[in-house]
């Protein structure tokens, strides 16, 4: 594997890509540096690459980019700068795993021959753990995210040969990790090593827990789950996850607009407790209007206090 054909860590947000991100990393045939969603974000549905210009500005104030601290040759077309990134981010005689958790069927209009490492988490935990971000304001529309993932994999799977991806689930991950860090290093053609469990002593991540997997059991309400179960509908037993026993729900009008007003209400708050109310202020104004340079300003105000929350 190369810059020109990297393997992809692919999965929704709040799947535990940044534990199995850092177990991989600590391989020392392996680099992983994090998360690379910018890479795609502008590529079209239909393959369309983006202005380089505009690209080269969307940059200048996307938080993730700019902490990869990695340069922008101006010289350089879309295609050939993408690829600069990774000769940045990669090591000579390792593998390079690029994270990414959304737009995944964009890949190949790069990549071709990409191989991939599909995580997956039962959707119920990611919906919790979107409310805990701060994300959503119920798990109706937190599992939102996962949805949106997981149709993007199906839609890019359809496309790959068997040999060109691995499927892993996150709560097998913690329940037998070195037997499923092995298996995963086999499909990258490596041995596996016991330093990928070192990560716990480079990062603010503790070494892995049983007790995470499959917290809505615990956490949720009856109505909760009939409303995620719902909205996930078949989905969540093709990826094998078994429901929680309680009859799917899907709200009425009135149901609807109560839950929808309960999500924004709470996002708000959230934001406003983040960044203060005349930040707040000033972003929603700046939208509103559409005043570009004034709408910039406020991001990057944002982007460094989310840098201050990150674990």
């Not at 795993?97 to 990409?114: E, G």
């Not at 997981?150 to 037998?176: C, G, H, I, M, P």
């Not at 799917?248 to 839950?259: C, Q, S, T």
Request: charge should be positive.
């Amino acid at each position: 594997m190369n810059t020109d054909q990297p393997a992809f860590l692919v999965g929704s947000e709040r799947s535990g890509s940044t534990l199995l991100r850092l177990m991989l990393d600590s391989h020392p045939g392996i680099i992983n540096p994090g998360e690379c969603d910018f890479l795609f974000d502008l590529v079209g549905d239909d393959g369309r690459l983006p202005e380089v210009f505009t690209y080269r500005h969307w940059l200048s104030i996307n938080r993730v980019f700019l902490a990869m601290h990695l340069k922008v040759d101006d010289r350089l077309e879309y295609r050939d700068l993408i690829r600069s990134f990774l000769n940045q981010i990669s090591r000579p005689n390792t593998v390079l795993i690029v994270k990414v958790h959304r737009n995944l069927h964009r890949i190949p209009t790069l990549f071709p021959n990409a191989r991939y490492i599909h995580l997956l988490r039962d959707p119920r935990d990611v919906a919790r753990s979107c409310i805990g971000m701060g994300w959503a304001g119920h798990a109706f529309y937190g599992v939102d995210l996962w949805l949106e993932a997981e149709k993007s994999w199906d839609r890019l799977k359809s496309t790959l040969t068997k040999a060109q991806y691995f499927e892993v689930k996150y709560e097998d991950l913690l329940d037998n990790v070195e037997e499923t860090l092995g298996t995963i290093c086999e499909f990258l053609d490596l041995r596996y090593s016991a330093q990928m469990l070192d990560y716990a002593n480079r990062s603010t991540y503790s070494r892995p827990d049983k007790s995470l997997s499959y917290q809505w059991k615990r956490k949720y309400s009856r109505r909760e789950l009939q409303l995620v179960e719902g909205k996930v509908g078949p989905m969540l037993l093709d990826r094998g996850y078994k429901p929680s026993g309680h009859p799917p729900a899907f709200p009425g009008f009135i149901e609807r607009v109560g839950l929808f007003i309960r999500h924004k209400g709470f996002c708000v708050r959230h934001a406003i407790r983040r960044y203060g109310m005349a930040l707040y202020l000033r972003s929603f104004i700046a939208s509103k209007l559409g005043i570009r340079v004034w709408q910039e300003a406020c991001q990057k105000e944002r982007n460094a206090i989310d840098t201050r929350y990150l674990k």
